[in-house]
């Protein structure tokens, strides 16, 4: 099975920027759709964003023209580059693996991350 581990949270003010690593371990890394997912306190998880291991995208519609997913998949991590952060995007970013084309739900991923907290500060 793989091993998900997430990085590159913080704290950053509202307009600034994180990227976040996803690295994968266990197994290979480049036949896997990836997904990265939020939740926010007293929330459900919620999809942001998802690549295929082709490079197909997708973004939630509250990301769309800020963030960017993208993978390495030499290196065996994926990328959630953030922009424009906002104080409604704190959450704690969760990356995730697929092994079926479905995407969006939280049941079609296989395997989670630890998460890692992002807070975005006004």
């Known amino acids: 099975q793989v091993q998900l581990v997430e990085s590159g949270g913080g704290l950053v003010q509202a307009g600034g920027s994180l990227r976040l690593s996803c690295a994968a371990s266990?197994?290979?890394?480049?036949?896997?759709?990836m997904g990265w997912f939020r939740q926010a306190p007293g929330k459900e998880r919620e999809f942001v964003a998802d690549i295929s291991w082709t490079g197909v995208t997708y973004y939630t519609d509250s990301v769309k023209e800020r963030f960017t997913i993208s993978r390495d998949n030499a290196k065996n991590t994926a990328f959630l580059q953030m922009n424009s952060l906002k104080p409604d995007d704190t959450a704690v970013y969760y990356c995730?693996?697929?092994?079926?084309?479905?995407?969006?739900?939280?049941?079609?991923?296989?395997?989670w991350g630890q998460g890692t907290q992002v807070t975005v500060s006004s």
């Open positions: 266990g197994r290979s890394f480049s036949r896997y759709g």
């Open positions: 995730a693996v697929r092994y079926g084309s479905r995407r969006f739900d939280t049941s079609a991923y296989d395997a």
